[in-house]
């Protein structure tokens, strides 16, 4: 069996596929302080689309798994859905959020990802198993530099504090 690439403009990495995103985040400081801690820009951005572990773990309650597989499957209805439903990003929103893990702490920016939702009901179907949403960000700030946090469903985002720190409310009315 031939190995199933993900299809640029996409990527897939540690689990994750994601979109690059070429926003201009430049008038966004480098750094914020919040919450008693300095938090500093990432230096690239993406929104993170899927995370393949969640479907894993929800088929393997269900049934034998062969990872491998199942991850070809999973990359294959990624790329066909796309050919007719691309996944596209579509802006960012005055949204931002706090997340945590561990001793590592980032700040999200919540954006619009057209066609993201169809792409989790063609899983359902696919698999028979109810994967959560993802819903989009661009993570922003992180306090560990470079290392984000994953948000890999509505409940975990609904956990994330809104949160408004004056230089981005700035800084996003200075978008282009």
């Not at 996409?10 to 919040?34: A, C, H, Q």
């Not at 999200?108 to 109810?130: M, P, Q, S, T």
């Not at 993570?139 to 720190?165: D, R």
């Amino acid at each position: 069996m031939e190995e199933i690439q993900i299809k640029e403009p996409y990527k897939y990495e540690r689990g994750y596929i994601y979109l690059p995103v070429s926003f201009d985040f430049s008038s966004f400081p480098d750094t914020i302080n919040f919450s008693g801690n300095v938090f500093s820009k990432k230096d690239s951005f993406h929104v993170s689309l899927l995370y393949t572990p969640n479907i894993f773990s929800l088929v393997a309650s269900d049934r034998p798994v062969d990872d491998k597989m199942l991850e070809q499957e999973i990359l294959s209805a990624f790329n066909e859905y796309n050919k007719n439903s691309p996944i596209v990003f579509d802006g960012v929103r005055k949204e931002f959020r706090k997340a945590t893990k561990g001793e590592n702490q980032s700040i999200v920016i919540c954006c619009e990802v057209k066609n993201l939702r169809g792409l989790f009901d063609v899983y359902k179907k696919i698999f028979a198993v109810d994967v959560p949403y993802q819903p989009a960000h661009v993570t922003l700030y992180t306090l560990i530099p470079n290392v984000g946090i994953g948000i890999n469903s509505e409940k975990a985002m609904e956990k994330c504090p809104q949160i408004n720190p004056p230089e981005l409310d700035e800084a996003i009315g200075n978008l282009k």
